[in-house]
């Protein structure tokens, strides 16, 4: 492997150890900003956006520590460095899908929550005998729930079936060869082919000289 390419694989290398950490750091920094700005806790969007740069850094690390992982593979180097790197990715990408996971359902949650309304809560209402209802009944769905509590939810979902697809298949890209390394290959096949024939071709001729002197005795 060339200077190039070995730079190429410590870079990588580098990445995918540095980059869950840095997009944990842009995360975190980023929500804290936005506290500082709002006084509030953190809205539910704002929350879907620091996950959007959690499951990108994580995507990001394990698609370079799987280039290195190959490169590696394909120069003979020792392997437990990339493999270090990919399988920190790895579980990260678990731990944050299953997070976003817990998030998505818990906000499915209370948005159902906000359909219930409760008779007797806040306003007085009787029935045509004069008895107040008890119980609950199905509040209007409204534009507000819909953005507020039901879109949130089913964004989080999105995300996390599309990080997880992303993990897997950056995680299992196998190595695919240039056109020169094809050549390469061939090069080496079609050179294998002739020593095997010129092999065959002087066994025959030994045998054949074999037989011969055999023959004169």
Do not use: C
Request: hydrophobic share 45%.
């Amino acid at each position: 492997m060339s200077k190039s390419a070995n730079a190429i694989a410590r870079r990588n290398l580098g990445l995918g150890y540095s980059l869950p950490i840095i997009g944990g750091a842009i995360a975190l920094i980023f929500g804290l900003i936005v506290i500082d700005v709002a006084g509030s806790i953190l809205d539910i969007w704002i929350w879907i956006i620091i996950q959007v740069i959690l499951g990108a850094s994580l995507v990001w690390g394990t698609r370079v520590s799987t280039k290195a992982h190959n490169q590696a593979i394909s120069s003979n180097k020792k392997l437990g460095a990339t493999k270090g790197a990919r399988n920190l990715n790895f579980v990260l990408g678990i731990i944050w899908s299953g997070v976003v996971t817990i998030m998505a359902f818990v906000n499915l949650g209370d948005a159902v929550g906000k359909l219930r309304g409760y008779h007797g809560v806040g306003i007085s209402v009787k029935d045509a005998q004069g008895r107040t209802p008890t119980g609950f009944y199905i509040k209007p769905y409204t534009v507000d729930i819909f953005f507020g509590a039901f879109l949130p939810a089913f964004v989080l979902l999105l995300i996390v079936l599309s990080g997880i697809f992303l993990l897997m298949s950056e995680r299992n890209t196998e190595k695919f060869l240039t056109l020169a390394e094809m050549r390469q290959e061939w090069d080496k096949y079609r050179e294998l082919v002739k020593d095997q024939k010129a092999k065959r071709t002087s066994v025959q001729v030994g045998k054949s000289e074999t037989a011969e002197t055999g023959t004169k005795e």
